[in-house]
C-alpha cells in the first residue's frame, strides 16, 4: 500500500518498528532482550534498503552525497558533545584521538563508535548500496548469487581469523550486502502480497509463532551483533534475521499507526540523535527514581519507560531539526533567486 506522496506504507511502518527496536535494544543491557533483538533488527534495514534499490543516474554519486553528509554532520557533533562533556563521565579505553580518526576511517565495533554507537550503519549501508550496484550491474544472475553466498561464508568466516576492522565497515559490508540482496530478490513478491496471511486469524496466528521461533533461535545464537561481527552460529543466524523480518513484515501490513509511519519516515534521524540523549534520560530517570542504572537497563518495565521517554525527546529534537533545516533551505533560495 503506498501513501498520498508515493511511500510505501508498511516500509514506514517497519522503520518505525525497526527504529523503535533499536532505541530498546541501546536502553537495555538485558540478555535476553537484546539477543532477540539484535538477531533481526538491522538485518532488517539492510533488506528492506535491498528492497528499495533503484539504478537512477548518477547513482554512487547521490548515494554519497545522501548518506556521508549526514554521517560526518552527526558524527563530530556527536564526537564534539562526547569529547567536551561526556567522555568525563563515562570509563572509555579507546583514546578520543582514535574515535575522531575513525569518524573518517569508519571501521566498525562498538569500541570505535562510543561518541555514537550507531554512525557505524551510514558507512555500512553506503559501501553495502555501492558494491550491489557494481555487481549486479556486470553479474546479474546465478553468477550473483554464487557471489552472496560467497560473500556470506566470507563474513561469517573473517571474524574467526583476524580482530583487524576493515575501513568503512567492508568486514560488515560481506553480510549486510546478503540481506540487501535477499530485499532485493523479495521486492516483485512483496509488491504482489504474496507472502501474506490471507485471513486476520492467520496474521495474528503465524505473527505469535514467529515472535516463539524467534525467541528460540536467538537464544540459540546468543549474542548475534552486525556491528561487532559475531556470529556464532552461520545457518542460525541467517534463518533467524529472515524470520525476524517476516515477522516485522506481516505486522506491518496489518497495522496503521501514523506516528509509527512518521517515526519511519524520519528513521534516520533518530538513529543518528537517540544515542546521546538515550544516556542523558538514563541519568535523569535514575535520579527521579533513585533506582541503580543497571537495574533500570535490566528490568523489562523500566527499559520499555525509559525507551519510550527517549522516543519522544528524540523525536520533538528531531522536528525542531527538519524545521530549521527547512528555514535555512528556504532562507538559502530565497538569496539565489535576489541575486
Known sequence: MENSIGRIQWIDIAKGIGIILVIIGHVSINANINDFIYSFHMPLFFIISG???????????????????????????????????ERFFRNQENPPLNLFF????????????????????LP???MTEILFYFLISKWNGKCLKYIILISSIIGYVYPKITSIRLPFCLDIVFTSIVFYYLGYLLKNKVK???FLPKRNILYYGIFIILIFIV????????????NNLRYNYYLIFYVTAILGFYMVYIISNKVNIR?????????????VMHEPLKRIVIAIYSKITGVNSDFIRGNFLHIILVSMLVLLLTSI????????KDRITKSIKLKKIKV
Not at 537464544?219 to 548475534?224: K, M, T
Not at 509509527?260 to 538513529?271: C, D, H, P, R, V
Open 51 to 85: 528492497f528499495l534499490y533503484k539504478p537512477k543516474k548518477n547513482f554512487v554519486k547521490n548515494k554519497v552525497r545522501s548518506i556521508l553528509i549526514p554521517y560526518f554532520v552527526f558524527s563530530i557533533v556527536s564526537f564534539i558533545y562526547w569529547f567536551f562533556i
Open 102 to 121: 575513525n569518524i573518517f576511517l569508519a571501521r566498525g565495533g562498538d569500541d570505535n563508535y562510543l561518541f555514537n554507537v550507531v554512525m557505524w550503519f
Open 124 to 126: 555500512c549501508l553506503l
Open 192 to 194: 504482489e502480497k504474496k
Open 215 to 226: 525467541a528460540v533461535l536467538s537464544i540459540l545464537e546468543y549474542g548475534a551483533n552486525m
Open 259 to 271: 506516528f509509527l509511519k512518521w517515526i519511519g519516515n524520519n528513521s534516520l534521524y533518530i538513529m
Open 317 to 324: 529534537l528531531v522536528i525542531v531539526f527538519i524545521y530549521m
